[in-house]
């Protein structure tokens, strides 16, 4: 019983780490400044996640993805997409994830979708809530 308790609390730990809401982000390729795309991840901590975006000039959001993930160890995560509207054959599939953290509140993403020839690369950064100063 100890060692399911330690196993767990592991499991905990590691997910305390990635839970949150995130923001896809990259480089300009112009100036090298950073660019906050219209696309956030949010991975909550009973394993669920979505995938959504802003999708026009008036704000109108949509969910991309939905499913369930775990993770395997501290550098892998693996999700389970039980729906997808920007790729319905992912529906049902897993995809494994390679987490490389750059501090707290950056996340370098690496992944092959089922299916890819070649290996997908995102870069997110973690929301926070800023509260207004007195």
């Known amino acids: 019983m100890l060692c399911t308790f330690a196993v767990n609390a592991v499991a905990q730990h590691d997910a305390s780490k990635i839970v949150g809401v995130w923001q896809q982000v990259q480089q300009s390729k112009t100036d090298g400044h950073e660019m ?3 696309v956030w991840k949010v991975l909550q901590s009973d394993g669920r996640f979505c ?3 802003i999708a026009n ?3 109108q ?3 991309t993805n939905q499913g369930t993930y775990q993770l395997t160890d501290e550098n892998t995560c693996v999700e ?3 729906g997808s509207i920007t790729d319905p054959e992912l529906v049902g599939k897993q995809n494994t994830l390679a987490l490389q953290f750059k501090g707290d509140d ?3 993403v690496t992944y092959r979708i089922p299916g890819a020839t070649r290996d ?3 870069v997110w950064r973690r929301v926070k809530l800023e509260l207004p100063q007195p």
Request: aromatic content about 4%.
């Open 36 to 38: 906050q795309l219209p």
């Open 51 to 53: 995938t959504f975006l």
């Open 57 to 59: 000039q008036s704000g």
């Open 61 to 63: 959001s949509i969910i």
């Open 80 to 82: 389970h997409i039980d």
């Open 106 to 108: 950056l996340l370098e």
């Open 120 to 122: 997908g690369h995102e």
